[in-house]
């Protein structure tokens, strides 16, 4: 599997996540966004953000293995 492929399968991995896990993903890994200013947009606790982040990524996971 070349980059691209890896690219493109990762991309449509992330679409197929729900709310707000693909959000919150997206803005910790590629935004580089605080798991705190993460939790302060959502107004929820940083607690909230962690587990939503560590769903996302298990999801993630899930579904490329397929």
């Known amino acids: 599997m070349t980059w691209e ?19 919150v993903f997206i ?14 947009a959502y107004g929820k606790s940083e607690s909230w953000a962690r587990v939503i982040f560590y769903r996302a990524r298990q999801k993630l996971l899930s579904i490329l293995e397929k």
Do not use: W
């Open 27 to 40: 803005l910790h890994v590629l935004g580089n966004v605080s798991m705190k200013s993460i939790s302060e």
């Open 5 to 23: 492929e890896l690219s493109e399968e990762t991309e449509k991995a992330l679409n197929q996540l729900e709310e707000p896990f693909k959000e």
